[in-house]
Nanobody, 121 residues
Framework: QVQLVESGGGLVQPGGSLRLSCAAS????????MGWYHEVTGKERELVAA???????LYADSVKGRFTISRDNDKKTVSLQMNSLKPEDTAVYYC???????????????WGQGTQVTVSS
């Protein structure tokens, strides 16, 4: 069974930066796509960024140019570097693993427990 454990959330001022990390257990990490979703209170969870097994990335329009997703297959980790944070980035951020090498919502097989990111002055 795959377990995903996020870390790195917290409170940051607008314009600041945070780096989220996700440590994955289980086999076949390098062959699976990984990603990050966020959930704003009262809204559905939305994809923030994802990375395929080959390293191709995709981002929500709202975070393009500010967030960067990366993966380290040796350490079985996926990270999300968040820069120029805005109050509207405030949400619970979830690490996810896909059952496939590519990104497709219907192929999400695991979710982390979530980590809170709050952007406020």
């Amino acid at each position: 069974q795959v377990q995903l454990v996020e870390s790195g959330g917290g409170l940051v001022q607008p314009g600041g930066s945070l780096r989220l990390s996700c440590a994955a257990s289980g086999e076949d990490f390098s062959s699976k796509a990984m990603g990050w979703y966020h959930e704003v209170t009262g809204k559905e969870r939305e994809l923030v960024a994802a990375i395929t097994s080959g390293g191709s990335t995709l981002y929500a329009d709202s975070v393009k140019g500010r967030f960067t997703i990366s993966r380290d297959n040796d350490k079985k980790t996926v990270s999300l570097q968040m820069n120029s944070l805005k109050p509207e980035d405030t949400a619970v951020y979830y690490c996810i693993r896909y059952s496939t090498s590519y990104v497709r919502r219907s192929m999400i097989e695991s979710w982390g427990q979530g980590t809170q990111v709050t952007v406020s002055s």
